[in-house]
Nanobody
């Protein structure tokens, strides 16, 4: 079984910063792409940023230049540095990972439980 645990959410004022972490644990062979999604109240879950195992990144237009995704494969952890936060960044942030559980098996996507980020003055 694979578990993804997010941390680092909380309340922050507009213009502030915070860093989210997503730690993977359990038994698996390797983790391919990972990503952060967010879901605001009443809205669909949407991609914020994603990163391949080799470090190639992709960002939603709304966060380019403000958010930075990274990962430490040795620590099985992914990060999201959020700078210059805006009220519209308020959402639950979810970690996603495509995991190969055993050699020669297809990858499966796993989700964390989510961490709340609230931006308000």
């Amino acid at each position: 079984q694979v578990q993804l645990a997010e941390s680092g959410g909380g309340s922050v004022q507009p213009g502030g910063s915070l860093r989210l972490s997503c730690a993977a644990s359990g038994s698996y062979y390797t983790i391919n792409a990972m990503g952060w999604y967010h879901q605001a109240p009443g809205k669909e879950r949407e991609l914020v940023a994603e990163i391949t195992s080799g470090g190639r990144t992709n960002y939603a237009d709304s966060v380019k230049g403000r958010f930075t995704i990274s990962r430490d494969n040795a620590k099985n952890t992914m990060y999201l540095q959020i700078n210059s936060v805006k009220p519209e960044d308020t959402a639950v942030y979810y970690c996603n990972a495509w995991v190969v559980v055993s050699v020669r098996t297809p990858e499966i996507d796993y989700w964390g439980q989510g961490t709340q980020v609230t931006v308000s003055s």
